[in-house]
């Protein structure tokens, strides 16, 4: 007899968009020392979430 597997789905807690109307990209996530977490990567917009930005370029 096979024992029954208990499959606990996973629940989203947060879903959050950020940047603008150019290309955003992820690089790393770390955790934080408050057992959070941090999203590090690239951002090209200059609009959206995405602020005191003079040109383009990519940059963090």
Do not use: W
Request: proline share 3%.
């Amino acid at each position: 007899m096979t024992p029954k597997k208990h499959v606990i789905p996973l629940q989203l807690i947060l879903k959050k968009t950020l940047g603008g109307t150019k290309n955003e990209s992820a690089q790393a996530v770390v955790k934080t020392s408050d057992c959070g977490y941090a999203i590090l990567g690239h951002a090209q917009s200059m609009d959206g979430d995405i602020t005191n930005k003079s040109h383009e370029s990519f940059d963090y």
